[in-house]
């Protein structure tokens, strides 16, 4: 009889010893390479079966690099992010004790659910089909009362994230009659009406963002770019958008340049790791030299937070075939996690129990 078939011994008889017998179960070490590469091994569960209270926040990719103009491979990022993220690997749930943090001296995300709901299905280069499955995800994690955290993609993925955050905005929803607080950390306007009659290419989904009747203010931070569309920037500035260039933030800093953030109000963050400067991030399809460093990003991430609630997260145009060791991948990993630590910390990620 095989180990797998061998029947239980009876009730008060010894164990059967020998080389079949089974053993004492080892303690398991769960080192970051070993089992399926959930983001930050957090549980995964299925879109349709999340229930309210399972999560604070909940991740999904968005595999999609249809709308790229310039080196694509976007489209494997979730995965790549995936599998570095296993380095924040916590247990998570009410037993989650958090991590320390040494420079600030406290402790983070202690007691905070996190669920990996896995990926939007796109269908090729099909927006309408894109649209849909991403509509259909983030419906249930807000039914749910959880934060989407999104990992992309290219950056024309925020487009129909944002529009499927419309119910909390309108009529009955937890945000009904309120606006939502747009960040995104960018070295490009990403403001572009068309490119040759196109309306969806990665260059343009802040200006269809801005078309949603419930989006504020946009903020964009890191802006560099010696290729900047006049009209978009017209378009932006005339629209009350705020523009903060790397000079600008190299002169006043992080604090003073969104100083202007509404207290209070549903904060969205998209983070495009172009906006970080590519000796930190080199794995993009269209980096820009003088970008931000690691702890410019973490204080616009502490700033968002700090000002009110979070509504959102993505984390978009990371292209693992040009990044070198993963260097890239890793870091989105890292601040993704810490924009949660951050948002969690403050009371300010939406409990589920509220809803």
């Known amino acids: 009889m095989s180990r797998a078939l061998r029947p239980p011994s009876p009730a008060g008889e010894p164990a059967p010893a020998g080389p079949g017998a089974l053993q004492p179960a080892v303690p398991r070490a769960d080192l970051p390479y070993v089992g399926i590469a959930t983001f930050a091994r ?31 491979g976007q489209r494997l990022a979730p995965r790549a992010i995936r599998d570095l993220s296993t380095r924040y690997a916590l247990p998570w749930g009410p037993d989650n004790p958090g991590y320390w943090d040494i420079q600030d001296g406290r402790w983070y995300l202690a007691g905070c659910r996190l669920v990996d709901v896995g990926d939007a299905d796109p ?15 983030i419906a249930a994690v807000l039914a749910a009362g959880a934060v989407p955290v999104v990992l992309g993609g290219d950056h024309s993925v925020t487009y129909p994230v944002l529009r499927a955050l419309t119910p909390i905005f309108e009529s009955g929803g937890v945000w009904a009659g309120r606006r939502l607080h747009v960040v995104q950390i960018d070295a490009h306007l990403d403001f572009t ?18 078309e949603l009747p419930f989006v504020g203010t946009i903020t964009v931070v890191g802006v560099r770019g010696i290729r900047t569309n006049p009209e978009a920037y017209a378009a932006a500035v005339g629209r009350g958008n705020r523009i903060v260039t790397m000079r600008e933030v190299r002169r006043s800093g992080i604090e003073a340049a969104l100083g202007h953030l509404p207290r209070g109000e549903p904060l969205y963050v998209s983070l495009d790791v172009d906006g970080l400067d590519p000796s930190v991030a ?56 810490e924009a949660m630590a951050l948002a969690y910390g403050t009371g300010h990620s939406q409990e589920p129990e509220a809803r």
């Open 42 to 72: 957090a549980p995964h569960v299925a879109p349709d079966l999340l229930r309210p209270g399972d999560a604070h926040f909940a991740v999904f990719g968005v595999p999609f690099d249809g709308a790229v103009g310039y080196r694509p």
């Open 123 to 137: 269908l090729y280069t099909d927006l309408e089909h894109l649209d849909r499955s991403v509509a259909a995800v």
């Open 193 to 210: 009406d068309t490119v040759a009659g196109y309306a969806r290419s990665n260059s343009s989904p802040f200006r269809r963002a801005a």
């Open 282 to 337: 080199p794995g993009t399809s269209s980096p820009e030299p003088g970008g931000l460093t690691y702890e410019e990003v973490r204080a616009v991430l502490q700033a968002v937070t700090e000002a009110g609630p979070l509504a959102g997260l993505d984390v978009v145009e990371v292209n693992p075939y040009l990044d070198p060791g993963g260097v890239t991948s890793l870091l989105a990993a890292r601040l993704a996690v």
